[in-house]
């Protein structure tokens, strides 16, 4: 079982719908988990992270944690072409508290 | 401020060489780690340093593999007689401890052995 699981995708959305990317982590024990993007041929860029159960809203990004299910996931609100990138979820392990562990990454297409 | 640099962004070498690969992370983060991907593929753990110590190599693929910190701030990763299969993206990242480990990465360094 991979410690990090996403759906490959593609997921493709039609410009101004609401995307959603799912997550799902083994190790029960974990503590943190980030949201990256990846646009193509670029380096992986921060854009959430969340630490306690519930939901966190930055802007149109809404992150939503639910340590319980194991699970974690990103939804886009009103999706736009520059949405368009690789999403990876990434999660802290308790027994190397600085080793992130990387899902393989969403693939999202928004359609204009 | 300036983010993570990483020098040089390509490098394209003969099998069997040896390559440095440079990164310089944020100012004031004490931690630095190094990833891998390749075309396709998700994000490999290399190594990890907190300042200048590296408590865990254990995702250095091979001995051929080594990276050292100096100044608790540039890292240098080196391979030495490259083969094909190291062709990939080097990533570095650093963090700042206090926070919970929000690593943000550098450009990359595009590696193509020939």
């Known amino acids: 079982q991979k410690e990090v699981e996403q759906n490959s995708g593609p997921l493709s959305v039609p410009e101004g719908a609401i995307a959603s990317l799912n997550c799902t982590y083994s190790?029960?024990?974990?503590?943190?988990f980030f949201w990256y993007r990846q646009y193509s041929g670029k380096s992986p860029e921060l854009i959430m992270f969340?630490?306690?159960?519930g939901d966190k809203e930055d802007g149109r990004f809404t992150a939503q944690l639910n340590k319980a299910s194991q699970y974690v996931s990103l939804l886009i609100r009103d999706s736009q072409p520059s949405d368009s990138a690789t999403y990876l979820c990434?999660?802290?392990?308790?027994?190397?508290?600085?080793?992130?562990?990387f899902g393989a990454g969403t693939t999202v297409t928004v359609r204009a | 401020g300036a983010g993570v640099s990483q020098s040089p962004s390509n490098k394209v070498t003969e099998k069997g060489k040896d390559v440095e690969l440079r990164c310089d992370p944020i100012?004031?983060?004490?931690?630095l780690y190094w990833y891998r991907q390749s075309l396709g593929q998700g994000l490999e753990f290399l190594i990890y340093?907190?300042?200048?110590?590296?408590?865990?190599k254990s995702g250095l693929p091979s001995d051929r593999f080594s990276a050292e910190r100096t100044g608790g701030s540039v890292s240098t990763l080196t391979i030495q007689r490259t083969q094909q299969e190291d062709s990939a993206v080097y990533l570095c990242?650093?963090?700042?401890?206090?926070?919970?480990?929000?690593?943000?990465f550098g450009p990359g360094t595009r590696l193509t052995v020939t």
């Open positions: 990242a650093s963090s700042s401890t206090g926070t919970l480990y929000e690593q943000y």
């Open positions: 190790d029960r024990g974990s503590q943190s």
């Open positions: 969340i630490y306690s159960n």
């Open positions: 990434a999660v802290l392990n308790r027994l190397n508290d600085y080793k992130l562990s």
């Open positions: 100012s004031g983060h004490t931690a």
């Open positions: 340093f907190q300042g200048n110590s590296a408590p865990d």
